[in-house]
Each structure stands twice: as structure tokens, then as C-alpha cells.
């Protein structure tokens, strides 16, 4: 629903108001007394984010084509290094400084204000982008076969995301292995670093790979954490697949975002990524609970073995896509 109109309307006004339906939960949560009060809020973030593909449309429209590849890898970097800091930072301060509930509210209350605030940036500083005119000659442009394979490895691969996801991981790591929640978080703490440092050596890749071989590099290296955490028997195995899956995500994420980019008519955008947001949307509530069901009764294991089966297609795709553009050229 949201596709047909986000054309017509500016990014700028979407993003804007993102941001403040993103401040919501965290007044709810502020403020919350009962369980009650924690459900609406887990509920009103779950409803969030509906104007999320205004981002894509924004970027697809601003984002010179030669240096997509740079900026998305300053897409993950930047994000990190604030929530190492800030993770820090609010840690110490909830635990040895202010240990209280009235604390905790406080510093809820002041995110909500920030993401207020925030929604300013969009609509007073960004450069303004003005909704397309669609017009009925536009509205029969069709999307190419490239296009279709590249969102079926973007689908396939939030498939991998919520099979291995965090949770699965913390569950593996207490269950399977009777590992502590210091364990947990150790691992949340080398994601960040791996992916700051990753993002660090690998932004000018495309100098010298095409993005369709980057996108296949990355892959390759999710394959090999699939294999290691199907076998991991210590820690020690799942810190070295998780830097491998931190490692595989940031050099895949640039290429596959600026391939995808390219590919996608400007007058259809609005439609495409709603699409994408909508079923991305889906598959973390249909996923974890087969994945759920897989650790029970088959071992955690076949969880892993299921996703590096689907890497190896999605593999497979970016190799049919390579293929067709070195025909094509």
C-alpha cells in the first residue's frame, strides 16, 4: 500500500516522519508501569519502520552511481563505531553510576527526544528530492530478469540472516555449549570492531573487483562460517565464525546495495523497495519458529547446514548475473 504512493510523495517528508514514529516506543517504554504498557510498546515497534524504504528511495536518487559502493560501506562503519561508544558509555552509567529504574526511564525518555529531533534532519537540512510525476507511459516499465535475481539472493539472504540470527547464536551458545551471557556479549563486541575494521580495508574494493565478484566474496566467506558454526564444539570456533559472518556482511552489503541500485527503474522504485520492506517484514516472523523447531528436534546443526545451502545459491545467482553482464558487454 505504502509502494503505490511513495513516489508521489518526497522522501524527505517520509524519512521525517520515520523518525517520529520511531520515537514512539521509546516514550512507551519511558513511561511503562505493567506488562501491558512493555507489550504496546514491543507492539508499536514492531510498527515502525513502514516508511523505511523512503531511505532506499532517497539514496537511489542522490547517491552518485561511482561512489555507492564507499558510501554504503560508511553506511555500516558509522553506525558501529557510535553504538560501541554509546553502548559503552550508557552501560557504565545504568550499572555504576545511576543503578535505577527511574534512570533507565530517564534515559529512554531522552532517546525519544533525540529521535524527535532527529526527524528534523530530513526535512530541513537533506538536500529536498521532489516526488516523480508518473505518468501512465511509466506505469508498464517492467523490471528486467537481472533485477528479479538479484532481489531473490536480497530475500534468500534474509532467510540466512534469521535462520543464524543473534538469538539462535545466544541460544546455541548457553544451551549447546553452557556458555555464559559474558560470552554473548564478547561476541556482540567483535561484530562491531570486525565489521569498523572491515569497512576500514574494504571501502575502495571496487577498484579493483567488479561488485558482482565482491558480492560473491562475501558470500563465499558465509559460507565458510556456516561450516564452522555447523561443526563449532568451543568458543573459541564461534568467535572465529562470527568474525568470519561480520567480515562476509560488510564487504557484501556495499556491492549488493549499489547492484541492486542500478538495476532498479527510478520510476518503479517506490514500489520495489516497499515490496522488498513488506516481505523483509515477514520472514522474521515465519523463520525463527521453523529454525526453532530444526534446533529441537534435528540439533543446531542442520540450522547452519540450511544456510550454507542457501549461500551457495545465492552464489550461484551472482554467477548467472556476472555471466549475463559480461555477454551483455
Known sequence: IVGRYLDRISPNICMALDWLTESVPAFIFSLAITPFHFFIGLLSQKMTNFLNPAYRVYENEIFPQEKRNLIYSYHLLVPEIFQVIAFIVIGYTLTYVFPSILAIRVVLFIC???????????????????????????????????????TLAEILKAICNELTS????????????????????????????????????????NETLSEYRISQLGILLLILYSIFMSR????????????????????????????????????????????????????????????????????????FILSMLFYISILFIYHVLSRRILNES
Do not use: C
Open 232 to 303: 563449532a564444539n568451543s568458543f573459541a570456533i564461534v568467535l572465529a565464525a562470527i568474525s568470519l559472518q561480520s567480515v562476509g556482511n560488510t564487504i557484501w552489503f556495499p556491492s549488493h546495495s549499489s547492484i541492486v541500485m542500478k538495476l532498479v527503474p527510478r520510476e518503479k522504485r517506490g514500489i520495489f523497495f516497499s515490496t522488498i520492506n513488506g516481505v523483509s517484514k515477514l520472514i522474521p516472523i515465519i523463520v525463527p519458529v521453523f529454525a526453532g523447531l530444526i534446533a529441537k528436534m534435528f540439533g543446531y546443526y542442520l540450522i
Open 166 to 205: 543473534a538469538l539462535i547464536i545466544s541460544y546455541y551458545i548457553l544451551d549447546e555449549m553452557s556458555g555464559t551471557i559474558m560470552n554473548v556479549l564478547m561476541l556482540e563486541a567483535v561484530t562491531s570492531v570486525v565489521i569498523v575494521i572491515t569497512g576500514l580495508f574494504a571501502r575502495h574494493l
Open 112 to 150: 525519544g527526544i533525540g529521535l524527535l529531533l532527529t526527524a528534523l534532519i530530513p526535512y530541513k537540512m537533506l538536500f529536498k528530492v521532489k516526488p516523480l510525476n508518473i505518468g501512465k507511459e511509466n506505469s508498464t516499465i517492467h523490471f528486467s530478469k537481472e533485477l528479479y535475481l538479484v
